[in-house]
């Protein structure tokens, strides 16, 4: 499934039990912890997501929560 990121985050990765995929682009089905880096940060944990077979996913990622939410 394709996923896309908007926001200001500089760097999202999904990471989970099939492997670890740079956004945007295309992420099997599975369960995933989010990893963002945002100005003047290190990567972290911004979130969990679930990604499902067909359709498109976009997540938004905000620097002032440093979280990555699906919209």
């Known amino acids: ?3 896309q990121v908007s926001g ?3 760097e999202v ?3 989970g039990a099939g492997g670890s995929f740079t956004l945007p682009g295309r992420v099997p089905a599975g369960a995933y912890t ?3 880096t945002f100005p003047g ?3 972290a944990k911004a979130g969990e997501v679930n ?3 067909g359709g498109a996913l ?3 990622c905000k620097s002032g929560f440093r979280r990555c939410q699906v919209r």
Do not use: I, N, S
Request: aromatic share 0%; glycine share 0%; proline share 5%.
């Open 34 to 36: 989010v990893l963002a």
């Open 8 to 10: 200001d985050a500089e």
């Open 41 to 43: 940060h290190e990567q």
């Open 58 to 60: 976009e997540l938004v």
């Open 13 to 15: 990765v999904l990471e």
């Open 51 to 53: 990604v499902l077979d």
């Open 1 to 3: 499934m394709p996923v």
